[in-house]
């Protein structure tokens, strides 16, 4: 009989970690962790190799270097999403309570141990980097993009457009900060420099850019979908102080800003001969674009500002792949 018992106790006990380890994996977002990390992947795969390999010049950021910068941003990025879904603790059991992970399977202490962890951790390996790559950039960088989340969990994300802008500008930082990497070489080479920094800062711009338009009104539609539990908690969002309505003509204005400048887009590649390029873009990014305009309009429940915001996400992860063809036309 005690065997058993023993046994079934045994059983629980590992139901109970999985659930735990489970929980852990989406608290910290995996998902988006693997976004980031596939981001920044392509843009030094697709974009910064063609361009210093036609200059027989070597990045700074290459060989183990290259995961280990990957591994520094998902840290940090982890670290910010443990600490936002801390601090909106009663927020999310209004707005996701099936998604409360916090005081459910992981307690506040741990939660607070793992966020310190990951951003004293990315800290520390962008000082690695810094001193591998002689570019002393990232470990202060990885600090204050840690800082900067922490910031915004605490109190900008309550605030009028100012948590929207900043976790829009960290998107693009994941991008940036690439680029920034480089930026010595150019300095070194100086008036010699054969490496094509006009296309290379091109690029950048260009996904950049994107980067922070497209998570600039996924953060506002989601704004929308949280609406109910953010009133409740005195957050000053845009939907509650300006109203929907007006939060939807922003919406919709920066879609059409964004769904402009890719049409423009097209013209230029069409004139380049990069065929399968606007093919792509045309249904898997502006087509999407074009399908949450329309859906945007006719929105008034949380679900369907879900939906909307699960659909530009998906469109961020086609914008990226995207980059796929500067590897092969260049």
Known sequence: ??????????????????????????????????????????????????????????????????????????????????????????????????????????????????????????????????????IHLLGIANFIYGLLLFIYSLSLKKKLLAGNLLIAFLLAWVIIVITMCEGNQFILLGHHRIVNTQKLLRYTILYAGFAFVINLIREVVKDMEDVEGDRKYGCKTMPIVWGINSTKVFVAVWLVVLISILILLQFYALQSQWWFFTIYCVIAVIAPLIKAFKKLSS????????????????????????????????
């Open 1 to 134: 009989m005690n065997f058993l018992l023993n046994a079934q106790s045994s059983s629980l006990d590992k139901t109970t970690f999985l659930k735990k380890i489970l929980a852990f994996f989406r608290l910290s977002r995996w998902a988006n962790l693997l976004f980031f990390a596939l981001t920044q992947w392509m843009f030094i795969y697709c974009i910064i190799d063609p361009i210093f390999n036609v200059s027989h010049i070597q990045p700074n950021i290459h060989g183990i270097l290259i995961p280990l910068l990957l591994f520094s941003f998902v840290l940090v990025a982890a670290g910010g999403y443990i600490i936002n879904d801390y601090f909106d603790l009663n927020i999310d059991q209004i707005n996701k309570p099936d998604k409360v992970m916090i005081d459910k399977y992981i307690s506040r202490r741990w939660a607070i141990f793992f966020h310190s962890l990951f951003s004293i951790a990315s800290v520390v390996i962008g000082v690695y980097i810094d001193n591998k790559a002689e």
């Open 299 to 330: 929105a008034n429940s949380p679900k369907d500002y879900h939906e909307i915001s699960t659909l530009i996400k998906i469109i961020m992860f086609t914008g990226i792949l995207s980059m796929v063809f500067f590897r092969i036309y260049e």
